[in-house]
């Protein structure tokens, strides 16, 4: 049993790795998450639970069936967790490599 379990989705092989689709399950309340910050953008869907998700000085409530978009460099994570278990998509898209 995992608190946090992030399974990938799959990957392509370069150049074709633009996008890098995570499936993400949060199980339990921890202290706190990392915040992220990476090149690209990046989509979040949510498939179930309820969470407030932080976004540079936003934060955002989102549950089943909310999608949220934003620029990857900005820090970002989960914040609070209202209601779990909690399970998202996360796709990263990294852009052209060349």
Request: charged share 15%; glycine share 10%.
């Amino acid at each position: 049993h995992r608190p946090q379990l992030y399974q990938s989705l799959g990957t392509m092989r370069a150049p074709h790795d633009y996008l890098e689709p995570m499936l993400v399950t949060l199980t339990e309340r921890t202290d706190a998450f990392p915040l992220y910050q990476h090149a690209g953008t990046e989509l979040i869907f949510m498939i179930s639970g309820k969470m407030e998700y932080c976004c540079g000085a936003s934060r955002y409530v989102l549950e089943a069936g909310d999608t949220l978009q934003f620029v990857g460099e900005v820090a970002h994570g989960p914040g609070d967790l209202i209601s779990l278990p909690i399970q998202f998509l996360a796709v990263k898209s990294l852009g052209a490599r060349g």
